[in-house]
C-alpha cells in the first residue's frame, strides 16, 4: 500500500511538472531571437526619426490633457490631425460625448485603391490623452508621437489585399478605461458592428522609458522569476486569444528591431496585461497585443507631474517605431 501511494504521489508531481511546462511554453515562448547587443549608433535617417518624434510628443504631451484639462486636449487633438493632413491623410474623426464635452479619436487608413467592406484590417493605435495631472509624455505621447510616424513611414506602401488602419485614441485613462467611454472601445464597436474582419490589433502604450541598470525593472507576479531585472527591453504581450498574432508580429518583430525583446500570453487578470486599449479590442473579440516598455513596473514618473518629455529616449523609440514600420510591412504583404 505504501508502495502505490508513493507511486501515486509520484505520478501526481510528474503531472504537475508537465502542466507547468505546458503552461510556461504556452505563455512565454516567443519565437525568433531577442537582440542582444548594445544597440548602434543611430544612423542618420534614425536621428532624424528621433527628432520628429521629439517634436511630437513635446507638442502632445508637455501639459495635462485629459477631460478634466479640456483645452489642452483638444489643442493636443488639433496638432494630431494638422500632422497627419500635412502628411496628405484626411484623418477622419469619431466623436462622442462624456460628462459634457465633446471627444474624439482620430483616424487614417492606408488601403487597396479597391477596399471594401471584405477587406480585413490590421489597426495599431495608441490613446493620446494623459492621466490626471501628468504631462503624460511617456505615457502615452511616446506611443502617439510613433503613430504619427508610422504614417509618415507607410504612407506610400503598396497593399494588395488588406488594410492599415492607423487611430489615436482619446479617453484611455482613469475614470473611462475599461468601460464603453474609453476611445478604443468605441472604435472597436464600431468595427464590430459593421463586420469588419481584423488580422489583429496593435496597442503602442508607453514605450519611451530605458536603463540598462541592475534593479530597475520591476514586474507583476510570476514572472519577476522568469525575466530580468534591467530596463532595456521592450515587451509584446498578448491577452488570451492573441497568441497566434503575437507570435506572427513577433517573428518579424525581432528580425527587425535592435532591442532586447521580451513577452507572451497571459489572462487580464495579471497586473498590466490588459492597462491598454487592445483590452477593449480583446473585449470584442479581437486578436490585440500591447508593445510597451512596461509601465510603473519601471518608470518612476508613471502618472505623475514628473512624466515630462526630457524623460523619453527617443533614439530607442526611433528604433521601435522603425521596428513596427518594417513588422507592418511584411504582416500587410
Not at 124 to 139: K, R, T
Not at 270 to 291: C, E, R, T
Amino acid at each position: 500500500m505504501l508502495k502505490l501511494i508513493a507511486l501515486w504521489g509520484a505520478g501526481l508531481l510528474l503531472s504537475a511538472i508537465a502542466a507547468l511546462a505546458v503552461a510556461y511554453w504556452y505563455s512565454l515562448s516567443l519565437p525568433g531571437e531577442s537582440f542582444t547587443s548594445p544597440p548602434p549608433p543611430l544612423t542618420d535617417e534614425e536621428h532624424h526619426l528621433a527628432q520628429r518624434l521629439r517634436r511630437h510628443v513635446t507638442a502632445i504631451a508637455s501639459e495635462p490633457h485629459n477631460i478634466v484639462h479640456y483645452d489642452a486636449l483638444e489643442k493636443s487633438a488639433a496638432y494630431i490631425e494638422a500632422e497627419l493632413k500635412a502628411l496628405g491623410y484626411e484623418p477622419v474623426s469619431q466623436a462622442y460625448d462624456v460628462n459634457g464635452k465633446s471627444v474624439r479619436n482620430i483616424s487614417v487608413e492606408i488601403a487597396p485603391p479597391d477596399a471594401g467592406a471584405a477587406t480585413p484590417s490590421l489597426v495599431v493605435g495608441a490613446h493620446y490623452d494623459s492621466y490626471g495631472n501628468a504631462p503624460g509624455a511617456n505615457d502615452n505621447g511616446s506611443g502617439s508621437a510613433a503613430v504619427i510616424e508610422l504614417a509618415r513611414l507607410l504612407k506610400d506602401m503598396p497593399l494588395k489585399d488588406k488594410r492599415l488602419r492607423l487611430v489615436l485614441f482619446v479617453n484611455e485613462e482613469p475614470p473611462y478605461d475599461r468601460t464603453p467611454d474609453m476611445g478604443s472601445y468605441r472604435f472597436a464597436k464600431q468595427l464590430k458592428d459593421n463586420g469588419e474582419k481584423l488580422i489583429g490589433m496593435v496597442s503602442l502604450e508607453t514605450i519611451g522609458a530605458f536603463s540598462d541598470q541592475p534593479g530597475t525593472q520591476k514586474y507583476p507576479s510570476p514572472f519577476d522569476l522568469v525575466f530580468p531585472d534591467v530596463a532595456n527591453f521592450i515587451a509584446l504581450v498578448a491577452l488570451p486569444g492573441g497568441r497566434s498574432f503575437l507570435h506572427d508580429f513577433v517573428a518579424s518583430f525581432r528580425d527587425h528591431t535592435r532591442i532586447p525583446t521580451i513577452g507572451g500570453t497571459a489572462p487580464d487578470f495579471v497586473d498590466g496585461i490588459g492597462w491598454s486599449d487592445h483590452w477593449a479590442f480583446y473585449m470584442l473579440g479581437y486578436p490585440a497585443i500591447m508593445i510597451t516598455d512596461t509601465a510603473l513596473f519601471r518608470y518612476p514618473e508613471y502618472h505623475t507631474p514628473a512624466d515630462t518629455p526630457d524623460k523619453v529616449d527617443y533614439g530607442k523609440l526611433a528604433h521601435i517605431t522603425q521596428g513596427v514600420a518594417a513588422t507592418l510591412s511584411d504582416l500587410l504583404r
